[in-house]
């Protein structure tokens, strides 16, 4: 990963938005959730929640190769994570748009329509 001042931009931006989102809960309370919480049952949660990235970037793949033609997987996955994080962050389905976007910013054979 290179670091340049987009990727420093984005630390800072996740960390300010990280402190403002935790403000006011006191972490020693957080601590004592997490050490009565079931171990087994939130590895699993971390691991389908995050597989879920690499499983729609495969079926976006699928559904636009007759199209698009033979793309690496590196750009579906960063575009479908910006559009994943965007619909958690905006309303009305943002991140389609965005996963759209951010895939004909870095494959520009590919139509934004398309």
Known sequence: ???DWKSILGFALSAVLLWWTLRGVSLT????VLQ???WPLFALCI??????????ARRW???LEPVAGTIPFGPWWRSTAI??????VFP???GEFARAFALTREVPRVR???
């Open 83 to 88: 559009g994943m994080m965007m619909n958690n």
């Open 112 to 114: 934004i329509s398309t």
């Open 47 to 56: 691991a389908v929640g995050t597989s879920i990235f690499p499983l729609r």
């Open 1 to 3: 990963m290179k670091l």
């Open 92 to 94: 009305f389905r943002a």
């Open 29 to 32: 309370d957080v601590w004592a």
């Open 61 to 63: 793949r699928t559904i």
């Open 36 to 38: 009565h919480s079931n």
